[in-house]
């Protein structure tokens, strides 16, 4: 199985701040890397996929990129209602496997 | 607007089997393919099981296989998890998720959940 590890588990930001998030995979997984968002009680939300295309509606301050094992996400000038907690997720090979999650909170 | 509301949830005993259903509606239901997700409370995600559009093609999780059979209907525009030889491990907030329209397997729309408890 392909192993997604995160980091950091967790992070505290203000709004307005510049913050990313690293995924890396145990083995390449070309760009088969996806980003979803969850608040809690939510089902989780697609941010991006092929590790870098943002889904529809998702807003341009957040952008992915990397290839292989290692991945970025992004959120530029960080707004109240991005704190929540990020998950990437490989689609390389099944087992379909996700990190265990980086949670964002205010400082 | 896509909508995937999932039923079936509650509390068994361990050894006992659930079926949840996941009924989808707001898109071409047989297109795509579907997927269980779970969420152990305050845990992170596994993904459980996967569908082909037309029901013909399945994937399991090794932690399910054996115990857990997925499959669809399509007539109905519902998907379904038969889960059987439930334990305590199998806690969790279980979603169904469809397949995005993109090459490899992401999830694109995601039901509320629903909740199953395994304990005695």
């Known amino acids: 199985d392909i192993q997604m590890t995160q980091s950091p588990s967790s992070l505290s930001a203000s709004v307005g701040d510049r913050v990313t998030i690293t995924c890396r995979a145990s083995?390449?997984?070309?760009?088969?890397l996806s980003w979803y968002q969850q608040k809690p009680g939510k089902a989780p939300k697609f941010l991006i996929y092929?590790?870098?295309t943002l889904q529809s509606g998702v807003p341009s301050r957040f952008s992915g990129s990397g290839s292989g094992t290692d991945f970025t996400l992004t959120i530029t000038s960080l707004e109240p209602d991005d704190f929540a907690t990020y998950y990437c997720?490989?689609?390389?090979?099944?087992?379909?496997?996700f990190g265990q999650g980086t949670r964002l909170e205010i400082k | 607007e896509v909508q995937l509301l999932e039923s079936g949830g509650g509390l068994v005993q361990p050894g006992g089997s659930l079926r949840l259903s996941c009924a989808g509606s707001?898109?071409?239901?047989?297109?795509?393919?579907m997927n269980w997700v779970r969420q152990t409370p305050g845990k992170g995600l596994e993904w459980v099981s996967g569908?082909?559009?037309?029901?013909?093609?399945?994937f399991y999780a090794d932690s399910v296989v054996g115990r857990f059979t997925i499959y669809r209907d399509n007539s109905k525009n519902t998907l379904y998890l038969q889960m059987n030889s439930l334990r305590v491990a199998d806690t969790a907030v279980y979603f169904c998720?469809?397949?995005?329209?993109?090459?490899?397997?992401?999830?694109?729309?995601w039901g509320q959940g629903t909740l199953v408890t395994v304990s005695s």
């Open positions: 998720a469809k397949d995005s329209p993109s090459d490899g397997v992401q999830f694109d729309y």
């Open positions: 707001g898109f071409t239901f047989n297109n795509y393919a």
């Open positions: 569908v082909s559009g037309g029901g013909g093609s399945t």
């Open positions: 083995q390449s997984i070309r760009s088969f």
């Open positions: 092929g590790a870098s």
């Open positions: 997720q490989q689609s390389f090979s099944n087992p379909l496997t």
